[in-house]
């Protein structure tokens, strides 16, 4: 059983974006898992840069010493590379980075 998760946010729901979030922040801060990735993608964008809770947990889990990711495709087509860039993720191409943990034996887990 492998004790690496890869946190992939989409949702355009607020409630689970922060719920997705949230797991990520605990099972780094508690110990449930031993390595925790923080991949944002598609509408949970949106939703970081809109959203003051959202944002909170991100920033937490940044302040933890790993890095949170946003996807560059969809942050160039909507203009907001910067305003994530300004809240603290690395603006990448998610999909090679997915696929690359997934082979690395990480369980996805997608909100």
Same mark, same amino acid.
């Given at each position: 059983?492998?004790?690496?998760?890869?946190?992939?946010?989409?949702?355009?729901?607020?409630?689970?974006?922060?719920?997705?979030?949230?797991?990520?922040?605990?099972?780094?801060?508690?110990? @449930?898992? +031993?390595?925790?990735?923080?991949?944002?993608?598609?509408?949970?964008?949106?939703?970081?840069? +809109?959203?003051?809770?959202?944002?909170?947990?991100?920033?937490?889990?940044?302040?933890?010493?790993?890095?949170?990711?946003?996807?560059?495709?969809?942050? +160039?087509?909507?203009?907001?590379?910067?305003?994530?860039?300004?809240?603290?993720?690395?603006? +990448?191409?998610?999909?090679?980075?997915?696929?690359?943990?997934?082979?690395?034996?990480?369980?996805?887990?997608? @909100?």
């Amino acid at each position: 059983m492998t004790d690496r998760l890869v946190v992939i946010l989409s949702t355009g729901e607020e409630a689970k974006a922060r719920t997705g979030a949230m797991y990520a922040v605990n099972a780094l801060k508690h110990g @449930w898992m +031993e390595d925790v990735k923080l991949i944002v993608f598609g509408p949970a964008q949106d939703l970081l840069i +809109e959203g003051d809770e959202l944002g909170a947990l991100v920033r937490e889990f940044i302040s933890m010493g790993e890095p949170a990711v946003a996807c560059r495709v969809f942050a +160039e087509r909507d203009a907001n590379d910067d305003a994530l860039r300004g809240l603290g993720l690395d603006v +990448e191409y998610v999909g090679p980075l997915i696929s690359k943990h997934i082979r690395d034996g990480y369980v996805p887990m997608v @909100w």
